[in-house]
């Protein structure tokens, strides 16, 4: 038989190559935000998005690489926001990297992290760990950026933990040394940063919450209430039965369903770009419309 005229993907939208949710050095990748392009290619994605935490100073050198690599792009960002105490993840798709509100709001996000950086590394430092603020900084090749990741980098090169993920094990997580609560954006503004910058806000992988059932779905609520449209139910961070689970409460919730590794970097992250498997097919995916 020859090869069908039509790609599968454009009959069956949950079928496509997505990956919507990943990281460069912009923020705690560890690629370029060029390379990362390269590695989506490489590896067969047909959309995708980088989204780097709270800072969009990527997207520009992302759309020229894929552009170049006739590779589909969307604009993204992750914001960090704190939301009845805990820290969560929304993802913004589709944004214009230059709105002037969304720049000033993923600023005033950032402007905590160099302070917070301090704390983590005086409690390091009494912990027995000395210098990490500045050995944090050196994998930190955007300083403003600077976050727990660069911490857990540094950590591994000092011989107290083997990998990045026994580090979150062991420190920087609430009850062992190195964790420093902090206020991140809220919820409200996330959401109005990305739909003002006329993106689709999407809540990351929300299996990763210590959230109890009835607060995540407090959480959905709010975020429907405040204009949110999508969850992602494949990702890095899920396993295969919370695909089904997360895919159960899309439909649920009428939530559009995303897609994405939140891949990091080659070492050091379990799912690479545009491997995971497709979005279960009874869901909207986020890009149905794209
Ligand atoms: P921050 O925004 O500075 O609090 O850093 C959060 C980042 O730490 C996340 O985006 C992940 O990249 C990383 N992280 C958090 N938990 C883990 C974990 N269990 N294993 C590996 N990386 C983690
Ligand atoms: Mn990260
Ligand atoms: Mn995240
Ligand atoms: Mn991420």
């Known amino acids: 038989m020859g090869a069908s005229p039509f790609r599968i993907s454009s009959l069956l939208p949950v079928m496509l190559n997505a990956d919507l949710h990943c990281h460069s050095n912009v923020s705690d990748g560890m690629l370029a935000p060029a390379d990362v392009a390269a590695r989506a290619k490489a590896n067969g994605v047909e959309l995708w998005a980088l989204t780097d935490h709270d800072e969009v100073g990527g997207i520009a050198d992302a759309r020229k690489a894929a552009s170049a690599l006739n590779l589909r792009f969307v604009a993204g960002v992750e914001i960090s926001i704190t939301w009845a105490g805990k820290t969560v993840h929304i993802v913004g798709l589709g944004i214009d990297e230059n709105n002037a509100a969304l ?40 300083p403003e950026m600077l976050g727990r990741t660069h911490f857990a980098r540094f950590l591994v090169e000092a011989g107290a933990q083997p990998t990045v993920s026994d580090v979150f094990a062991n420190y920087l997580v609430e009850g062992k040394p190195g964790f420093v609560p902090h206020r991140w954006g809220t919820l409200e503004q996330a959401i109005s940063w990305i739909r003002g910058a006329g993106g689709r806000a999407v809540i990351a992988h929300p299996g990763r919450y210590p959230l109890t059932d009835m607060q995540l779905d407090a959480l959905i609520t709010n975020f429907r209430d405040l204009g949110g449209e999508g969850i992602e139910v494949v990702t890095g961070s899920h396993t295969p039965d919370q695909y089904d689970s997360f895919a159960r409460i899309a439909r649920h919730a009428g939530l559009l369903a995303s897609r994405g590794s939140d891949f990091h970097g080659p070492a050091e992250s379990r799912v690479d770009i545009g491997t995971l498997p497709p979005l279960p097919a009874s869901l909207t995916p986020v890009w149905h419309d794209w």
Do not use: C, T
């Not at 709001?105 to 210098?131: C, F, T, Y």
């Open 103 to 142: 720049r000033e709001g993923l600023e005033s996000v950032r402007g905590g992290r160099e302070r917070r950086g301090h704390e983590i590394a005086d409690q390091l430092a009494q912990a027995g760990i000395p210098g990490a603020y500045e050995g944090a900084l050196k994998f930190a090749d955007n």
